[in-house]
Structures are given as structure tokens and as C-alpha cells.
């Protein structure tokens, strides 16, 4: 009896799908691997392409630009441009609490919270221009940017003023001094925690727990908790390892 050459069986049909569904998922989830590296590695080179342009801009006018309404959308006039009121729709001033030292006035400083003011900083700008894009992160989001408010003036800017605290996981400063940062910028990450939309709506609320660091730390650190950098309660940051992985700085002895 001569065996039939042509076809599959049930069997060689089901053990065909399975290696085609282990190849499938095995290149989907290297595919999806590279998707949240590339996302990382973008908003990395556009935080870097910030740095610079605020770099610039405190070079050629002395103090830094007031944060941009986190609330503003493309069709708006101001959107990306700075403003130094503070009850402005998406923007937020804070008492830190902290005295700026040196100017021996006693008070307490505040900072300012808002979007990257990317039209204003282009307008001093020369290498280090900013598209609207810059101004967005990798999940479609604006940057956060915190500023000492005595430093975005020329009469008040000092460059040893800065009042912003920013530590790690484990409530180490990363800022030398500490509690010295005159400003910082941040993703807030993959979900959105506290974040504005680029065209400015309120991505997800910042409710995330707070938990205390572990101590003494562990050899492999959790995720870092979110709640310093969306509460918005304080001066206080975080400049994570995980789920906090883009926070920038300025100051006087740090440039990041």
C-alpha cells in the first residue's frame, strides 16, 4: 500500500502552528523590547537638545524663562511661551519652605511649574532651537519644568539661589549642594502619571501610593515611587532608575 507523499497531517499541522506561534510571539516581544527602547532612547536625546537650549538661553539673558501653560494647546497664542503668572490655567507656584541663603531676606523661596517654553527660548536662540516636538516626550506628553522663581528675573538671579531638591529612590541628594537645583525638567513616563498632553489635557491624575524606601537598600532597588514628581506639593524630586528614568537639572556645580 503506497503512503500518501502529499500534505500534513493533523498532527505535522499542529506542531507547525505551534512553532510558528513561539517564532510569533518570540519577535513580538523583542519587536515590543525595541519599541520602549527606542521611546527611551528618543526622549533622552530630547531632553539633551533642552539642556542645551536652557543652557543658552540663561547664557545670553542672565536668568531662566518662566515654564510655558501646561494647559495651552497649538492653536493657542502662548502656546510654549513663558509666563511668570502663577495662577495661570496649568501652571502652579509653590513655597518650598527654603531660603535661597545668601540673600539674607529670611523669606522662603517658591518655584514655578509648568510646560517647556519652547517659543520664547527660541527667541534668543542661535544653536540650540527647539521645535514644538521638543517640548513633547516619546508618549506624546509635555515635559514637566520646575524653575527657582528669584532665578527667571535679571535684579534676583543668582547662581548660587536655587532651592529645588532633587534625591534619588532612597532620599540621597544627587545635587551638590543639596537643595541647590535651580531647575528641572522630566518625562513622566510610559503612563502618564501627572502629565499634560500636547495638546494640554490632563493625561491621568496623580494618584499614585507612596511608599517608603527599603533600609537599608536592596542590591536591586524597586521601581522608584512617582508621587515627588506629579504631586506637586513641595520642591521636591526624584531622579529615578525606573519608572522616573528622565529627570534633568541645573545648577551651579551640576549640569546634566
Not at 522662603?108 to 516636538?133: K, V
Not at 529645588?164 to 532612597?170: A, K, L, P, Q, S
Request: charged fraction near 20%; aromatic fraction near 8%; charge should be negative.
Amino acid at each position: 500500500m503506497k503512503k500518501n507523499a502529499g500534505g500534513f497531517s493533523l498532527i505535522e499541522l499542529a506542531l507547525v502552528m505551534i512553532i510558528v506561534g513561539v517564532m510569533y510571539a518570540s519577535g513580538f516581544t523583542a519587536y515590543a523590547q525595541y519599541l520602549k527602547q527606542k521611546r527611551l532612547d528618543d526622549t533622552f536625546e530630547t531632553m539633551r537638545l533642552i539642556n542645551g537650549a536652557f543652557t543658552e538661553f540663561v547664557a545670553r539673558n542672565g536668568y531662566y524663562p518662566c515654564p510655558a501653560r501646561r494647559t495651552a494647546s497649538p492653536s493657542d497664542a502662548d502656546y510654549g511661551v513663558s509666563t511668570c503668572v502663577p495662577t495661570s490655567p496649568g501652571m502652579k507656584r509653590i513655597d518650598t519652605g527654603r531660603d535661597a541663603g545668601e540673600d539674607k531676606t529670611g523669606d522662603t523661596e517658591a518655584i514655578l511649574i509648568g510646560a517647556i517654553p519652547f517659543n520664547t527660548m527660541n527667541l534668543s536662540a542661535i544653536d540650540n532651537r527647539l521645535l514644538a516636538s521638543s517640548a513633547i516626550d516619546a508618549w506624546g506628553n509635555k515635559f514637566t519644568y520646575a524653575v527657582t522663581e528669584i532665578l527667571t528675573t535679571q535684579t534676583t538671579f543668582n547662581d548660587a539661589w536655587g532651592v529645588i531638591r532633587i534625591t534619588d529612590e532612597y532620599g540621597q541628594s544627587v545635587v551638590t549642594p543639596a537643595d541647590s537645583a535651580h531647575l528641572v525638567f522630566f518625562t513622566h513616563g510610559p503612563d502618564g502619571k501627572g502629565a499634560y498632553s500636547a495638546e494640554g489635557q490632563s493625561v491621568d491624575p496623580c494618584n499614585v501610593i507612596a511608599l517608603p524606601p527599603p533600609n537599608p537598600p536592596p542590591l536591586n532597588p524597586p521601581l522608584v515611587s512617582q508621587i515627588e514628581n506629579c504631586d506637586e506639593l513641595d520642591g521636591n524630586f526624584v531622579n529615578g532608575i525606573a519608572k522616573c528614568p528622565s529627570t534633568k537639572f541645573l545648577n551651579r556645580k551640576n549640569h546634566l
